[in-house]
């Protein structure tokens, strides 16, 4: 596609029900990753993949955190029992950069999933 | 862990003025420094990047100098207009990793 798309854009959830954020990156992208951004703080990171695999998971905050991308394209952000500190815009960056070649690799963001847990 | 510090945290400016936003970071072995836009309730715009070897980036109004050894970012934005008016994030990359300050909250008045 023309860019990072994730869905649902806005999602409100009730303290204990689970959640799933959904990651389009831009075709042929390589590297794929999940950040989560506080109300007026900036975006932290959670997770990365490389096609597949998921090379650093060392953001997730809890176990309740889970992350996959099991085709190397789309990819899902899984929230068990969600939690008010849950509450955050989470991102998904895409980039064609890999390997050794991060010093030109630049990260195309989408529009974020809102997460409001009541 | 890379700690980067955006200051001032808000600015505002009539119009026409120049915007001087300022960027630090704790580690400088990094590969590249970003400077994105977000509007409210939007995702992150890419604006420039510089790569570490590089010391400033250009495109049109916007300016962008890296200074790796003293850790520090400054980007300018000449003759602001209202549309400029945004959140401005600079975010340090280290590996495959970026580490992103709070940013700076830009309102230009006309």
């Known amino acids: ?118 | 862990k890379q700690e980067v510090t955006q200051i001032p945290a808000a600015l505002s400016v009539p119009e026409g003025e120049n915007l001087v936003l300022n960027c630090s970071f704790t580690d400088s072995a990094i590969y590249n420094l970003q400077w994105f836009r977000q509007d409210p309730g939007k995702g992150l715009t890419s604006l420039l990047l510089i790569q570490s070897s590089q010391r400033e980036q250009t495109s049109g109004r916007l300016n962008a100098s890296l200074d790796k050894s003293s850790g520090r970012s400054t980007l300018y934005i000449a003759a602001s207009q209202p549309g400029d008016s945004a959140t401005y994030l600079c975010a340090a990359r280290n590996d495959y990793k970026l580490s992103f300050g709070a940013g700076t909250t830009v309102t230009v008045r006309a």
Do not use: M
Not at chain 1, 14 to 24: E, N, P, S, T
Not at chain 1, 77 to 103: H, P
């Open chain 1, 1 to 118: 596609g023309a860019g990072v798309s994730q869905s649902p854009r806005y999602k409100v959830a009730k303290r204990g029900q689970d959640v799933a954020l959904r990651c389009d990156p831009i075709s042929g992208h390589v590297s794929l990753f999940w950040y989560q951004q506080a109300l007026g703080q900036g975006p932290e990171f959670l997770t990365y993949f490389q096609n597949e695999a998921q090379l650093d998971k060392s953001g997730l905050p809890s176990d309740r955190f889970f992350a996959e991308r099991p085709e190397g394209s789309v990819s899902t952000l899984k929230i068990q029992r969600t939690q008010q500190e849950d509450s955050a815009v989470y991102l998904c960056a895409s980039s064609q950069t890999s390997g050794g070649a991060w010093n030109t690799g630049e990260l195309f963001f989408g529009e974020g999933s809102r997460l409001t847990v009541l």
